[in-house]
């Protein structure tokens, strides 16, 4: 099941053991399952150099036939699905309830969706009296791709299946945290006829992501992390004008009206919280709860997160299920200290399971006040923040008093009043009585300090690939002398 050699270059495995060995923790009980070394400068050159070259001859495919790779990896990735998602739960610790549904399905989904239109993309026909004009959608060339630790096999697909369906080659760097699923993709885009070099995945830390950013060849850059370091490689690819997508963190708002039905407002702010173990850009981790409803909401939202089944990530009866490293969990828990000490009401959670692996307990604050930073600063763990509010002008104002703007919604069963608020929300996604669904036929993104750019839909597209404006003179040109 796991792949055999750290990279996967030019088409096939590489390994090049020079590089800085990178330890891959099972995070449920500590043990290593697998040690990948992170690339040196001659993999580095060696993904960058076979991306150049398969680029114009896999950009020379017609769209149909660059749409059918993508589909067949679709197929064969939905076929290996049990495997992929036990491969996606050792690397992550997510439970397997949730990887059998969400990563490998959504990566299909996408390579599915993008060479669905891979065939359609094309250019506009303007006419100009007698002349004419017409532009075309040219790929951009090599793009990089960086991802994030939590949705490994998610964020490689959504980015390198917009990339290859514009004509594009990749090079992916995939978080040291969790390096092996982005390998199986690039594995099974070969196995469904994709060209050397078109899909390449090299390990490493920040620093080889910096090396493929600054790379001259590099024509894109595509990041999911944090804003701090979205903030680097935005300005890194900006130094050489590089087109550049940055998918950075959030600490979304999700209001909850008086009017709302209860359970699925409590539903959406557990999903919103502590699915993957918080472990969600978009999660909405602020959760305003008007006066009236707050008593019940609190006494609903604790009997139902007492039933959290913490276990095995591997047991398909767990549903919540260790952080991703040691070193998360403790972020996490100097979250929950600082909670404390600034007076926000632990109702639920706030501890460290005691035995192997890295658990800790859904946490509810309840009080929690806008100053506070746990209602302030992204935790990426499972800490839900409960605040009061009175009105709803009240209300959008301080769901708006952040630097991110990823995500946002709104429970109420006033038809006006939900459209009238998520329009208000200064926010990339919003939902209306839902929570953080984000299917491939949505643009998907931030706004204000959660980044630039779009994936996933239509909007993609315009991400990974350039017009090209065709000027047709029909009569003699004139002068004026
Ligand atoms: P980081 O920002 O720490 O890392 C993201 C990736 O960037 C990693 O592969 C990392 O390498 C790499 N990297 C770090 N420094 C540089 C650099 N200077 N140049 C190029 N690459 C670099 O994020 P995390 O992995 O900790 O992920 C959590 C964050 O991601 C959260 O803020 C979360 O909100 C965000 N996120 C956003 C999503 C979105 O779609 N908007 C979705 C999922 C997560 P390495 O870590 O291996 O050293």
Do not use: K, M, Y
């Given at each position: 099941m796991q792949p055999t050699a750290s990279h996967f270059v030019n088409g096939a495995y590489l390994e090049d053991t020079a590089g800085a060995p990178i330890p891959v923790i099972f995070?449920?009980?500590?043990?290593?399952i697998a040690r990948v070394h992170a690339a040196t400068p001659a993999v580095i050159e060696a993904a960058m150099a076979s991306a150049k070259a398969a680029q114009a001859g896999w950009a020379a495919l017609i769209g149909v036939e660059r749409g059918r790779i993508l589909r067949r990896a679709a197929d064969i990735i939905r076929e290996r699905n049990r495997e992929l998602s036990d491969l996606e739960t050792l690397d992550t610790g997510k439970p397997i309830q949730e990887t059998l549904v969400a990563d490998a399905t959504s990566a299909a989904d996408a390579l599915e969706y993008f060479g669905g239109i891979a065939a359609s993309l094309g250019g506009e026909h303007m006419q100009l009296g007698g002349d004419w004009a017409y532009t075309m959608r040219v790929p951009l060339g090599v793009c990089v791709g960086i991802g994030a630790w939590n949705y490994p096999t998610q964020i490689a697909a959504w980015k390198g299946a917009p990339a290859l369906a514009c004509g594009n080659t990749m090079v992916f760097k995939p978080s040291e945290q969790t390096p092996l699923c982005a390998l199986k993709v690039a594995e099974i885009l070969v196995e469904a006829?994709?060209?050397?070099?078109v899909f390449n995945v090299i390990q490493g830390a920040g620093l080889v992501g910096k090396a493929l950013v600054e790379d001259?060849?590099?024509a894109k850059v595509s990041l999911t992390g944090s804003a701090a370091t979205g903030k680097k490689v935005y300005a890194a690819a900006a130094a050489q004008m590089k087109h550049a997508t940055m998918e950075l963190g959030g600490k979304s708002p999700l209001i909850i009206f008086d009017d709302a039905d209860l359970e699925s407002a409590v539903s959406a702010a557990i999903n919103a919280n502590f699915y993957s173990s918080g472990q969600?850009?978009?999660?909405?981790?602020r959760v305003f709860v008007q006066r009236g409803i707050k008593d019940a909401f609190l006494a609903r939202l604790l009997k139902r997160t007492a039933n959290a089944i913490i276990g095995?990530?591997?047991?398909?009866?767990?549903?919540f299920g260790p952080m991703v490293s040691e070193e998360q969990l403790a972020i996490t828990c100097s979250y929950i200290k600082k909670g404390i000490s600034e007076g926000?009401?632990?109702?639920?959670g706030g501890n460290r399971l005691?035995?192997?692996?890295?658990y800790i307990e859904p946490t509810i604050f309840a009080?929690?006040?806008?100053?506070m930073t746990i209602a302030r600063e992204?935790?990426?763990?499972?800490v839900m923040s409960v605040l009061d509010f009175d009105t709803e002008e009240d209300v959008l104002e301080r769901a708006n008093a952040?630097?991110?703007?990823?995500s946002g919604a709104v429970f109420t069963a006033d038809l006006t009043r939900a459209h009238r608020v998520v329009h208000a929300i200064q926010a990339g996604s919003c939902w209306i009585n839902q929570y953080?669904?984000?299917?491939?036929e949505l643009p998907f993104g931030g706004m204000k300090g959660s980044g630039v750019g779009r994936e996933n839909s239509m909007a993609a597209i315009g991400h990974y690939s350039q017009l090209k404006t065709v000027y047709v003179g029909m009569s003699p040109v004139e002068a004026a002398f």
């Open positions: 995070p449920a009980n500590g043990e290593q006829g994709a060209p050397p070099g001259p060849r590099t969600i850009c978009s999660n909405g981790t095995d990530p591997r047991d398909e009866a767990t549903n926000a009401r632990l109702v639920h005691n035995q192997p692996g890295a009080d929690v006040t806008d100053d992204e935790i990426f763990g499972p952040t630097e991110f703007g990823l953080n669904l984000t299917p491939v």
